[in-house]
């Protein structure tokens, strides 16, 4: 069965900093893939997908991400954070049609 | 751009009781509505996919029986969470989208806490 895994469960990154939240996938196909970010209490926005194409992604925000097929991940990286980037990051895949499988999410913190 | 209005967004009801859930599709119509359960510190869990006038298809694991999904509409699926226990507290969001494919972009309410006491 598909499966995402994000890593880091908790990141603190100092407001201004770069930022780097991992990412993989494990499966035999390229899937579409795709971060959300969640505040608290909320939905989910979508932040970027990939399904094809130029491996490195941008996205709102600020946000990029670069799709490795020999590392089989998809990483959210951002240059300089701002205090308003701390929330919940879920990467998610799919495989054509399939259901979208979500990671377990990374909670970001900002320190001033 | 497309929103998808949840509601309530917080909602408090005694064990045995029932609650219902409605996910809107405010400016766009949803050929298929998704149901998610998000635990504390989790990720999300789909628990069943609808397409306009047919019946859900439930995930593994999820009682149909209580979890009843009705997507009557292009715009409107509700979840009823029916006879329900302090098991079932928890986050729930909804999601929707126009196609069927992950080509068509997928737009989440912002979700409902439902506390059983």
């Known amino acids: 069965a598909q499966s995402v895994t994000q890593p880091d469960i908790h990141i603190t990154v100092s407001e201004g900093a770069s930022l780097e939240l991992r990412c993989n996938y494990s499966?035999?196909?390229?899937?579409?893939l795709f971060w959300y970010v969640q505040s608290p209490g909320q939905g989910l926005q979508l932040l970027l997908k990939?399904?094809?194409?130029?491996?490195l992604v941008q996205g709102i925000k600020g946000f990029e991400a670069e799709f490795k097929r020999s590392q089989s991940s998809f990483n959210l990286r951002k240059p300089s954070v701002h205090w308003s980037d701390a929330a919940e990051y879920f990467c998610?895949?799919?495989?054509?049609?399939?259901?979208?499988?979500f990671g377990t999410g990374t909670r970001l913190t900002i320190i001033p | 751009g497309a929103v998808v209005s949840q509601h309530p967004s917080r909602v408090i009801c005694k064990s045995g009781t029932s609650v219902k859930i409605e996910c809107r599709s405010l400016?766009?119509?949803?050929?298929?509505m998704f149901w998610y359960r998000q635990f504390p510190k989790k990720s999300l869990m789909l628990m069943a996919t609808?397409?306009?006038?047919?019946?859900?298809?439930?995930e593994q694991g999820v009682e149909k029986d209580k979890f009843l999904i009705n997507h009557a509409s292009l715009t409107l699926s509700t979840l009823t969470v029916t006879s329900a226990h302090p098991e079932d507290s928890s986050f729930y969001i909804c999601?929707?989208?126009?196609?069927?494919?992950?080509?068509?972009?997928?737009?989440f309410g912002n979700g409902t806490r439902l506390t059983v006491t």
């Open positions: 999601s929707a989208r126009t196609g069927f494919s992950y080509n068509s972009p997928l737009h």
């Open positions: 499966y035999g196909a390229t899937p579409y």
């Open positions: 990939y399904f094809s194409g130029d491996t």
């Open positions: 998610a895949v799919a495989f054509g049609n399939e259901k979208l499988t």
């Open positions: 400016d766009f119509q949803a050929t298929t």
């Open positions: 609808s397409n306009e006038g047919s019946k859900a298809t439930y």
